[in-house]
Nanobody
Framework: QVRVEESGGGLVQPGGFLRLSCAAS??????MAWFRQAPGKNREFVAG?????YYADSFKGRFTISRDSAKNTIDLQMNNLQSEDTAVYYC?????????????????WGQGTQVTVSS
């Protein structure tokens, strides 16, 4: 299994931005992705990086995912954050390449990092 660790969460005002980072270690990784879980809601897919980037439609244009394949790290740049973006953001990894979007597709997860958008 892969060890996955997120960083970069925090408190930001509406309209602000944050950059989350995730590092995976332990074995080679094919696909890495970000999910989030808001209070009282199910965990949802945000963006992933396999051979290329892919996004849930609701985050296109506002969130940007990037990857350093040599280091097995991915970043999530989040712009124009709003209160509804408040959630715990999770990084996930799996050894196979592909545009996976479901929780069950991933076998390695980080502990999550809290993002709070509030004035």
């Amino acid at each position: 299994q892969v060890r996955v660790e997120e960083s970069g969460g925090g408190l930001v005002q509406p309209g602000g931005f944050l950059r989350l980072s995730c590092a995976a270690s332990g074995r080679s990784v094919g696909t890495m992705a970000w999910f989030r879980q808001a209070p009282g809601k199910n965990r949802e897919f945000v963006a992933g990086f396999s051979w290329t980037t892919y996004y849930a439609d609701s985050f296109k244009g506002r969130f940007t995912i990037s990857r350093d394949s040599a280091k097995n790290t991915i970043d999530l740049q989040m712009n124009n954050l709003q209160s509804e973006d408040t959630a715990v953001y999770y990084c996930a990894a799996r050894p196979i390449f592909g545009q996976y979007r479901e929780e069950d597709d991933f076998d390695s997860w980080g502990q999550g990092t809290q993002v709070t958008v509030s004035s």
